[in-house]
């Protein structure tokens, strides 16, 4: 059809495979660079130390092909679809799921999805998939993996305030997740928190955000400043790498918001532990 790209789905297969190996192996530059970061500025000997194997284990994992961490999660995938794309060679879901099963089949990866979550029998091979669309202008696909472990996602939250508990609301809701997360999300952590929206939008909008690189900040001024004062907050709860006890209990604050409606103020705080695994590509 005149104006449409035609995109094979055996192409999301291929890079899909792809990215979940990569993403389990190897973090992404602007973690490595906080990471690397926080264990020269971290003030506990101990902390230090923490990080420091946090380190030499992510240069086992590359030099020997081994996860960088045993849960290699849940497969969350986005597609940012064009909307002059037009998907041809199959069903879209099922060759997303293919390529999550390629990859954690062909790349030696822990299979940790159940497919009833009361029956709980192993899928085998890590599907289905947790996939979110989106379609906007032009004639690209951007695919995000992002595979996520659940010693986090346990302790994520939602918080539905209302617009009286206002922005000091948030900043509570914010640190109460992270006192009552503790050392159980093997901190440092990344924090991706969604305000705004809806029940459902704002957990969306905190997933999201855990995927936003740490080079970009958030073009909203009071964002950007809401996530320089919680990052510094949270770091001064002591809670530490690994729970013992440091400056750095948090890597990034990641904060996206949305429209609301004029009773509410749903806000969603994401854990992700400090390899906050994530790959884009655009094909």
């Known amino acids: 059809m005149p104006g449409l790209r035609e995109v094979n789905v055996e192409l999301l297969t291929d890079n899909i495979r792809e990215m979940c190996i990569e993403a389990n192996h190897f973090l992404t530059p602007d973690m490595k660079q906080v990471l690397n970061e926080a264990a020269e500025n971290e003030s506990s000997l101990l902390g230090k130390q923490i990080l420091g194997q946090l380190q030499e284990n992510l240069r086992i994992a590359g030099e020997e092909m081994i996860p960088i961490c045993q849960d290699t999660g849940m497969a969350v995938i986005f597609m940012e679809i064009g909307q002059d794309v037009h998907f041809v060679g199959g069903d879209f879901t099922a ?34 998939a ?8 032009g004639d690209k696909v951007k695919i995000t993996v992002a595979p996520k472990g659940f010693g986090s996602e346990n302790k994520s939250r939602i918080f539905m305030l209302t617009p009286a508990d206002g922005i000091e609301g948030v900043k509570e809701a914010i640190i109460t997740a992270v006192k009552d ?9 990344v924090l991706g928190v969604g305000i705004g929206g809806t029940f459902e939008k704002c957990a969306l909008l905190a997933k999201q ?8 900040r958030s073009e909203i001024p009071w ?4 996530e320089d004062e919680m990052l510094e907050r949270v770091n001064k709860l002591g809670i530490g790498p690994a729970g013992l006890g440091g400056s750095t209990t948090a890597l ?4 996206n918001t949305y429209a609301t409606h004029i ?3 749903p806000v969603a705080v ?4 400090h390899v906050n695994r994530h790959r884009v590509r655009v094909i």
Not at 130 to 137: A, D, G, Q, S, W
Not at 252 to 255: E, H, K, Y
Request: with cysteine; hydrophobic share 35%; net charge neutral.
């Open 252 to 255: 990034a604050v990641n904060i």
């Open 223 to 226: 964002v950007r400043d809401l």
């Open 270 to 273: 994401n854990i992700c532990c």
């Open 181 to 189: 997360a503790g050392p159980n999300v093997c901190p440092p952590v």
């Open 130 to 137: 947790i996939i979110h669309t989106t379609i906007v202008p």
């Open 263 to 265: 009773a509410g103020l």
């Open 95 to 128: 060759a997303i799921n293919e390529g999550v099963r390629r990859g954690y089949e062909e790349g030696y990866l822990r299979k940790s999805v159940v497919s009833d979550p009361i029956i709980r029998k192993n899928s085998g091979d890590n599907t289905p």
């Open 209 to 216: 955000a855990l995927t936003r690189s740490l080079d970009e």
